[in-house]
């Protein structure tokens, strides 16, 4: 069992930068792969990023590929998402997710966070 807790969610303007973070507790947080998917209001939530358990290899969703970075401190037990050039699009509530496998975590991850919301003006 993975419990996710995420933070760093705002208010910004369009070009601005913003990070996310995401405190996992349980077992064995250096097992699991670690990623974001986001939900817009009226569509359905979308994969955004992922990495694997030793944080070796990374995935993007096109639409943010070049503009977000995810990371993770295995020590610490948290995982990142750096926004930067956000655009209006980004507005979207984020989601830690977390699975066994890189391949789940980016399409039905086992583990959800509750979400933070990210607005972004134009």
């Known amino acids: 069992q993975v419990q996710l807790v995420e933070s760093g969610g705002g208010l910004v303007q369009a070009g601005d930068s913003l990070r996310l973070s995401c405190a996992a507790s349980g077992r064995a947080f250096n097992r699991y792969a670690m990623g974001w998917f986001r939900q817009a209001p009226g569509k359905d939530r979308e994969f955004v990023a992922a990495i694997n358990a030793v944080g070796s290899s990374t995935f993007y969703a096109d639409s943010v590929k070049g503009r977000f970075t995810i990371s993770r401190d295995n020590a610490k037990n948290t995982v990142f998402l750096q926004m930067n050039t956000l655009k209006p699009e980004d507005t979207a509530i984020y989601y830690c997710?977390?699975?066994?496998?890189?391949?789940?975590?980016?399409?039905?991850?086992?583990?959800w966070g509750q979400g933070t919301q990210v607005t972004v003006s134009s």
């Open positions: 997710v977390a699975s066994s496998t890189i391949a789940v975590v980016t399409t039905t991850p086992q583990y």
